[in-house]
């Protein structure tokens, strides 16, 4: 009963940290992350191909506005609407108009290979459902990649940084892969590769799935 309540209560806490309360969204990564949650997610960039991209989740809306700021051409993806306004907002201040669109990763709205690469930054569960991965090789080009920053942790020995693993632990955000990063992704006609890289006191995981060219 105490783990069902516990694991009922951190459900809870992260569906409204994405909805409700989705304006403390930015503090809570920033201090869970050590303030290293931007630059987890920009790990990303050097893995995208092409210049359209969809992100998937966008979130708050500061990939987007580096991607933009970049060259690329992003479009943004999000089922809560919460999470569009912040975005919205985040763009008009950088002077940037960008497409977004509410609604589920599992029902992309867009016509098929219309996207180099997609992205998605910390996800939930959404990302490895087999309806979510047949849509990203739906509407990803021949020899398209979809790039996942699955997780991070910080590494070395000293208090914060055991105690942020431990923070993970218990919230279980430290289960990047909970069945393997080939399942059931092969089975989406999607080859995968996993690769490390290291952030300031931290090592961030990413996942690069990619299309046959």
């Known amino acids: 009963m105490g783990a069902r309540l516990w694991w009922g209560f951190i459900r809870l806490f992260f569906r409204l940290l994405y909805h409700e309360a989705a304006f403390t969204y930015d503090l809570v990564a920033g201090l869970v992350s050590l303030g290293q949650w931007r630059a987890w997610g920009r790990t990303a960039i050097p893995y995208l191909r092409g210049e359209r991209v969809l992100e998937l989740a966008h979130g708050p809306g ?8 970049r060259g690329w ?11 569009g306004r912040l975005a919205r907002r985040r763009l008009r201040r950088a002077g ?12 992309l709205p867009f016509r098929d290979r219309c996207f180099d690469s997609l992205v998605a930054t910390f996800p939930t569960e959404f990302i490895f ?7 990203a090789r739906r509407v990803l080009r021949p020899g398209g990649r979809l790039v996942v920053v699955a997780g991070a ?11 942020i ?6 919230t279980g955000q430290d289960t990047l892969l909970p069945d ?4 059931p992704l092969q089975r989406a006609g999607l080859s995968v590769r996993l690769v490390r890289e290291r952030v300031g006191g931290s090592e961030v995981v990413l996942l690069l ?5």
């Open 62 to 69: 500061h990939l987007l506005v580096t991607l933009a700021e």
């Open 73 to 83: 051409s992003p479009v943004g993806l999000d089922l809560s609407p919460q999470m």
């Open 96 to 107: 940037l108009s960008l497409p977004l669109v509410r609604a589920r990763a599992e029902s």
């Open 129 to 135: 459902a087999p309806e979510t991965l047949a849509e």
């Open 153 to 163: 942790r910080m590494v070395g020995g000293n208090p914060l940084a055991r105690f």
């Open 165 to 170: 693993r431990w923070l993970y632990r218990v």
């Open 180 to 183: 393997g990063p080939g399942a």
């Open 209 to 213: 799935y990619e299309t046959e060219g």
